[in-house]
């Protein structure tokens, strides 16, 4: 909880509705931010760090396999102790650039609400522990002079999405590699953890093609400001966005992890806690030791009850269903 803001001028979102199809094949089974990390889908972890700063709902738009997403989401939700009730799911029948899906939930909060509130959005993607508290003080310390806030991370190379800060890291000047400016900036990578004004959601129409990107470049362009909040050098930050970068996110969290109930011979098994696709039915195996090498492993909890098996229990216990995805 926190002490010091008042939740009820925010609206939290995290964006639920993409593809995923840099994760394919992994993402025909299932959608991208129910991928589990160890015990979480990774947008439940974002959903989560704002159930435990106080917020009395968190926002969620839907597409791709959006039942997949919702069933896994209120089940986790459960799992881990909370009122699945408090997740807001907002489903597209047609995929919204992201300033368009933002803006839609925007004004069904607030049409009414006397109170202004600004959002706090994140994608659904990203596993972090982001400081949300300093960030949230930090934009109303700026409030009055920027009409958004990014969260960014330094980096000693430029990516192609390259976010570029002015020398004190105060403000986002630019973005792209190919940033005329440059040389007299800071190269960092954006969080995708932000806060945008209502001045500027009550502009932005609901549809397809209005994408946040672009609202912030017309937002320089006008030489109005976007302030930048540095992410801790010290705290993870994970972009599942690809096999190999999920896996790097999945051998951290392991190396953390003090729960040995989560491990086959010392391999991670990531729990999906909805019920088992279609898809995937003709292709879930039963572990053993040989085909434990180099793969992630998902293991969907029995409906019968949430235990997890020893390694030797697994052999035994054929309603356990495990699937489990190559490299």
């Given at each position: 909880m926190f002490n010091n803001i008042d939740v009820e001028k925010y609206i939290p979102i995290v964006l639920c509705a993409g593809f995923g199809t840099r994760l394919k094949p992994l993402t025909n089974y299932f959608p991208k931010v129910s991928c589990p990390i160890i015990d979480k889908p990774v947008a439940f972890m974002s959903i989560e760090l704002f159930l435990k700063a106080g917020f009395k709902e968190v926002h969620c738009n839907t597409h791709y396999l959006s039942e997949q997403v919702k069933e896994e989401f209120i089940k986790s939700a459960e799992y881990h102790g909370y009122n699945s009730n408090l997740?807001?799911?907002?489903?597209?029948?047609?995929?919204?650039?992201t300033g368009g899906g933002i803006a839609r939930i925007f004004k069904e909060v607030t049409k009414n609400s006397k109170l202004k509130k600004d959002v706090i959005v994140v994608s659904g993607d990203i596993a972090a522990n982001v400081p949300l508290e300093e960030m949230i003080l930090e934009?109303?310390?700026?409030?009055?002079?920027?009409?958004?806030?990014?969260?960014?991370?330094?980096?000693?190379y430029v990516r192609k999405d390259a976010t570029w800060l002015d020398i004190t890291g105060s403000y986002v000047l630019g973005f792209g590699e190919n940033y005329a400016h440059k040389n007299n900036c800071i190269s960092s990578v954006f969080t995708t953890h932000q806060i945008i004004s209502s001045e500027i959601l009550?502009?932005?129409?609901?549809?397809?093609?209005?994408?946040?990107?672009?609202?912030?470049?017309?937002?320089l362009d006008k030489n109005m400001k976007i302030s930048n909040f540095n992410y801790p050098e010290n705290n993870f930050w994970f972009d599942i966005g690809t096999p190999q970068d999920y896996l790097k996110c999945i051998n951290f969290f392991s190396k953390i992890s003090e729960n040995s109930k989560y491990l086959i011979e010392n391999?991670?098994?990531?729990?999906?806690?909805?019920?088992?696709?279609?898809?995937?039915?003709?292709?879930?195996i039963k572990i053993t030791e040989k085909n434990l090498e180099d793969k992630i492993i998902f293991k969907f909890l029995c409906s019968k009850n949430n235990d997890l098996y020893t390694f030797k229990n697994i052999i035994n216990t054929p309603e356990e269903s495990y699937f489990y995805f190559i490299l």
């Amino acid at each position: 909880m926190f002490n010091n803001i008042d939740v009820e001028k925010y609206i939290p979102i995290v964006l639920c509705a993409g593809f995923g199809t840099r994760l394919k094949p992994l993402t025909n089974y299932f959608p991208k931010v129910s991928c589990p990390i160890i015990d979480k889908p990774v947008a439940f972890m974002s959903i989560e760090l704002f159930l435990k700063a106080g917020f009395k709902e968190v926002h969620c738009n839907t597409h791709y396999l959006s039942e997949q997403v919702k069933e896994e989401f209120i089940k986790s939700a459960e799992y881990h102790g909370y009122n699945s009730n408090l997740i807001k799911f907002w489903h597209e029948n047609e995929l919204l650039d992201t300033g368009g899906g933002i803006a839609r939930i925007f004004k069904e909060v607030t049409k009414n609400s006397k109170l202004k509130k600004d959002v706090i959005v994140v994608s659904g993607d990203i596993a972090a522990n982001v400081p949300l508290e300093e960030m949230i003080l930090e934009w109303e310390r700026k409030r009055n002079d920027s009409l958004a806030l990014m969260a960014t991370k330094k980096l000693n190379y430029v990516r192609k999405d390259a976010t570029w800060l002015d020398i004190t890291g105060s403000y986002v000047l630019g973005f792209g590699e190919n940033y005329a400016h440059k040389n007299n900036c800071i190269s960092s990578v954006f969080t995708t953890h932000q806060i945008i004004s209502s001045e500027i959601l009550e502009s932005t129409p609901i549809e397809k093609s209005s994408s946040i990107n672009l609202i912030y470049r017309k937002i320089l362009d006008k030489n109005m400001k976007i302030s930048n909040f540095n992410y801790p050098e010290n705290n993870f930050w994970f972009d599942i966005g690809t096999p190999q970068d999920y896996l790097k996110c999945i051998n951290f969290f392991s190396k953390i992890s003090e729960n040995s109930k989560y491990l086959i011979e010392n391999k991670t098994i990531n729990i999906i806690h909805s019920s088992i696709n279609e898809n995937l039915k003709d292709n879930l195996i039963k572990i053993t030791e040989k085909n434990l090498e180099d793969k992630i492993i998902f293991k969907f909890l029995c409906s019968k009850n949430n235990d997890l098996y020893t390694f030797k229990n697994i052999i035994n216990t054929p309603e356990e269903s495990y699937f489990y995805f190559i490299l």
